[in-house]
């Protein structure tokens, strides 16, 4: 069982920076892939960001890649997002989530969320 509680969200100017982070609680931390996900209003949630248990092998959706960094800490159990460059598309909540496996799927443990809007 792994708990996952994310921060970092809040309200920016497009152009704008945030680093979202998600904490890891439970057993076994390094033990799992580390994804995270984003839900627009009326919208299905959609595939952000992966990163594999070493850290060494990430994934992105493609209109994210260049602008979205994940990296992860295991010894912090703790995994980020860091997001530049943030249009007005990007608005959503972001969800930190955790599978034995790397991939687009729908993971098996996730957080609870933290919005992120991107103003105009």
């Known amino acids: 069982q792994v708990q996952l509680v994310e921060s970092g969200g809040g309200l920016v100017h497009a152009g704008c920076s945030l680093r979202l982070s998600c904490a890891a609680s439970g057993r076994h931390f390094s033990n799992y892939v580390m994804g995270w996900f984003r839900q627009a209003p009326g919208k299905v949630r959609e595939f952000v960001s992966a990163i594999n248990v070493k850290g060494d092998i990430t994934d992105y959706a493609d209109t994210r890649k260049g602008r979205f960094t994940i990296s992860r800490d295991n010894a912090k159990h703790t995994v980020y997002l860091q997001m530049n460059s943030l249009q007005p598309a990007d608005t959503a909540v972001y969800y930190c989530?955790?599978?034995?496996?790397?991939?687009?799927?729908?993971?098996?443990?996730w957080g609870q969320g933290t919005q992120v809007t991107v103003s105009s």
């Open positions: 989530a955790a599978d034995p496996l790397l991939g687009r799927h729908s993971y098996t443990y």
